[in-house]
C-alpha cells in the first residue's frame, strides 16, 4: 500500500456523525506542570493521509498534544477517504523505542477508533520497511499499549487497516512511545476548560525510601510514577487509602484508577470504596464500591453525580491478597 496514496485524496462526500469533541468526557485532571516524558522525548507531528478541519477540530497534531480530549480525525464533512489511513510523528531526539501506546477517542463516539493497525519506524520519514508490529487493537476507549523488540527511531507511522465498524475513517486521542518501562508522551496539555485540579493531601503509607512511593504519583499527570505503600521496613496491610483534592470543589459522576504501568503488579487493587466529601476527614458512606477488573489498564467507574472538595479511594484488597496498594493515576469524571 503506497504511503502516500492518500495524501490530499478529493472524494465528495457528506458525512455528519464524527461531531465535536466538545462533547464531554473522561478528563486529565492532574495538575499539568511539567512533560509527562521521564526520557524527554518529544513526540512532533509531521503529516497524516487525512485530516479533518472544517467540521471539527481533527487535526493531526492532535494525537500528539497530550490532552486526551483532543484527537486527530480524518476527513468526514466533503470527503470520506477510506482506510488505511496513516500518521508521521518524530521522535525528537531520535530513541530506542520498545513500544507504542494509542488511546481512542474520549467522548462518547466511537467513529475512526481504529481496529486493525500496523506501526512502524523509520529514520528519515520516508522509507518506512516493514511494519516492526501488526495486530488489533481490543475494543474500548482505554489506552493500547503494544510492546515490540526494542527499535532505533526517529520517526515512527501508524497506519490504520480499519475501524472499528469498519467504516472510513481513523481518528486517535493521543499516540505515545514506550522506552524501556518509559512512555514517552507529548507534554501534559493544560486541562481544558471545566477541568479540575487534584492535589495529593495523605495517604496512610508511601514508600519512599527504595522507591518513590510518593502519594502525590497518584496524581502528577505521569502513568510511570505511582503512589506505593511501604514495603521496605514494614508492609502495612490492606486497607489502604489516598485522599485527595478537588479545585476547585466540584461535581463528578465518576473517576479512573489508572494501575502502576511497569511490569510488576505489585499493590494493583482489587476491591475498593470511593468517597467523595465536603471534608477531609468525615467521607461519610461510599459513593461506589466494587472490584476493579484485572489487567493494567484504565478502570472507569461511574456514580450518580455528587458534589465535594475531596476524594478518598480506599484499597480493601489488593490483585494477589497482598499488603500493598499502588496507584498510577487517579482521576475524576466531571458532572454536569
Ligand atoms: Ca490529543
Ligand atoms: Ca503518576
Known amino acids: 500500500m503506497p504511503d502516500t496514496a492518500a495524501i490530499m485524496n478529493k472524494i465528495s462526500a457528506a458525512f455528519f456523525s464524527c461531531a465535536a469533541a466538545?462533547?464531554?468526557?473522561?478528563?486529565?485532571?492532574?495538575?499539568?506542570?511539567?512533560?509527562?516524558?521521564?526520557?524527554?522525548?518529544?513526540?512532533k507531528f509531521v503529516r497524516a493521509d487525512s485530516e479533518e478541519?472544517?467540521?471539527?477540530?481533527?487535526?493531526?497534531?492532535?494525537?500528539?498534544?497530550?490532552?486526551?480530549?483532543?484527537?486527530?480525525?480524518?476527513?468526514?464533512?466533503?470527503?470520506?477517504?477510506?482506510?488505511?489511513?496513516?500518521?508521521?510523528?518524530?521522535?525528537?531526539?531520535?530513541?530506542?523505542?520498545?513500544?507504542?501506546?494509542?488511546?481512542?477517542?474520549?467522548?462518547?463516539?466511537?467513529?475512526?477508533?481504529?481496529?486493525?493497525?500496523?506501526?512502524?519506524?523509520?529514520?528519515?520519514g520516508k522509507e518506512f520497511?516493514?511494519?516492526?508490529?501488526?495486530?488489533?487493537?481490543?475494543?474500548?476507549?482505554?489506552?493500547?499499549?503494544?510492546?515490540?523488540?526494542?527499535?532505533?527511531?526517529?520517526?515512527?507511522?501508524?497506519?490504520?487497516?480499519?475501524?472499528i465498524n469498519d467504516a472510513a475513517w481513523t481518528s486517535a486521542a493521543e499516540i505515545g512511545v514506550v522506552t524501556g518501562k518509559q512512555?514517552?508522551?507529548?507534554?501534559?496539555?493544560?486541562?481544558?476548560?471545566?477541568?479540575?485540579?487534584?492535589?495529593?493531601?495523605?495517604?496512610?503509607s508511601e514508600e519512599t525510601a527504595s522507591q518513590d512511593g510518593h502519594g502525590a504519583n497518584a496524581v502528577d499527570g505521569n502513568p510511570n510514577t505511582f503512589w506505593h505503600t511501604q514495603w521496605t521496613d514494614e508492609n502495612p496491610p490492606c486497607p489502604h487509602e489516598i485522599v485527595i483534592e478537588m479545585i476547585p470543589p466540584s461535581t463528578i459522576k465518576g473517576f479512573t484508577y489508572l494501575p502502576r504501568q511497569d511490569d510488576q503488579v505489585n499493590g494493583t487493587i482489587k476491591d475498593y470504596e470511593f468517597y467523595v466529601s465536603d471534608d477531609d476527614k468525615n467521607f461519610g458512606p461510599p459513593v461506589k464500591k466494587g472490584s476493579f477488573a484485572e489487567g493494567s489498564e484504565k478502570k472507569t467507574v461511574n456514580f450518580d453525580a455528587k458534589k465535594g472538595r475531596f476524594i478518598k479511594l480506599k484499597a480493601l484488597s489488593e490483585v494477589n491478597d497482598a499488603a500493598w496498594t499502588s496507584a498510577a493515576e487517579i482521576t475524576v469524571i466531571p458532572g454536569d
Open 22 to 43: 466538545t462533547l464531554a468526557v473522561v478528563s486529565l485532571s492532574a495538575a499539568a506542570q511539567t512533560p509527562a516524558a521521564t526520557d524527554k522525548i518529544t513526540l
Open 53 to 124: 478541519t472544517a467540521g471539527e477540530d481533527g487535526k493531526g497534531a492532535n494525537a500528539v498534544d497530550g490532552d486526551p480530549n483532543t484527537f486527530w480525525h480524518t476527513q468526514w464533512q466533503d470527503t470520506n477517504p477510506p482506510c488505511p489511513h496513516e500518521i508521521v510523528i518524530e521522535l525528537v531526539p531520535p530513541s530506542t523505542i520498545s513500544g507504542f501506546t494509542y488511546l481512542p477517542r474520549q467522548d462518547d463516539q466511537v467513529n475512526g477508533t481504529i481496529k486493525d493497525y500496523e506501526f512502524y519506524v523509520s529514520d528519515d
Open 129 to 163: 520497511g516493514q511494519p516492526v508490529k501488526k495486530g488489533t487493537f481490543p475494543e474500548g476507549k482505554d489506552k493500547h499499549t503494544v510492546n515490540f523488540d526494542p527499535q532505533k527511531a526517529r520517526f515512527i507511522k501508524l497506519k490504520a487497516l480499519s475501524e
Open 183 to 204: 512512555e514517552a508522551a507529548a507534554p501534559a496539555a493544560i486541562p481544558a476548560a471545566g477541568n479540575i485540579k487534584l492535589k495529593f493531601v495523605r495517604a496512610d
